[in-house]
């Protein structure tokens, strides 16, 4: 744990990843199973039915690749896509795995039973406007209130989708976060504006940016505690 922790633009974290993705390198497997690992670590003390909530970028990928490996700690997985694009691939791992597609208006029409939710809406690839819209708010828009008052923990991918990266501005249709697990460097946004009242503890995924990021000024610097964790090589 440390502290004086620096954080960086959205634009910076995609700088410092691209040399690394034109080597070949599968951050998006990577960051997912460092994912899955806090996933089981939380239903390893609570557990219960899981719902992800998969947007069409890469934080979707992230969180359906990480559901294909915890879906065997769960009672159950149900999946929700907020869009119909998807990361096909890591889709179909999960439904392998054994989780299910539900259907959006399902999960609004009912009480979640759900006892962890994964926010894997929207990324720092939204950053020229992250609110949500459509399926994804209206998902966000009932869930909250049981994630507010503790009822469902929440484990947001990368940041809380509808949390601007850079500014850490957000409207009320943000999912707060128990955990998030963010990828490569602490982005901005978790350490300013609404972020520290939406992020909650902050999980550092190690993916290798630090020569690339040491060339960058940091956005900010602040005193929030950060845990790091590097992903755990499985055969």
């Known amino acids: 744990m440390t502290q004086g922790t620096v954080a960086y633009t959205a634009d910076a974290i995609r700088a410092a990843e691209a040399p690394l993705i034109a080597e070949g390198r599968p951050l998006m497997r990577e960051a997912a199973r460092a994912l899955a690992d806090v996933v089981e670590e939380e239903l390893a003390q609570t557990p219960g039915p899981v719902l992800v909530l998969a947007g069409s970028g890469d934080n979707g990928g992230d969180a359906l690749f990480a559901a294909a490996e915890f879906v065997r700690r769960a009672t159950r997985v149900d999946i929700v896509l907020t869009r119909d694009r998807v990361h096909r691939e890591a889709l179909d791992a999960a439904v392998a795995a054994g989780a299910r597609i539900r259907d959006a208006s399902n999960v609004c029409a009912a009480d979640s039973d759900h006892t962890l939710v994964v926010d894997g809406i929207l990324g720092i690839g939204a950053s020229a406007d992250p609110r949500l819209r459509g399926t994804a708010r209206a998902v966000v828009e009932v869930l909250r209130p049981a994630a507010d008052d503790g009822r469902t923990r929440v484990i947001a991918v990368d940041v809380p989708s509808g949390l601007h990266p850079d500014t850490g501005e957000a409207d009320a249709a943000v999912l707060p976060a128990t955990i998030t697990v963010t990828f ?43 845990v790091r964790r590097t992903p755990i090589q499985r055969a």
């Open 184 to 226: 490569g460097a602490v982005k901005a946004g978790l350490l300013r504006g609404h972020g520290p009242e939406l992020a909650g503890r902050i999980v550092l995924v190690d993916l290798g940016l630090e020569p690339q990021l040491r060339r960058v000024r940091p956005a900010i610097t602040a005193s929030v505690p950060v």
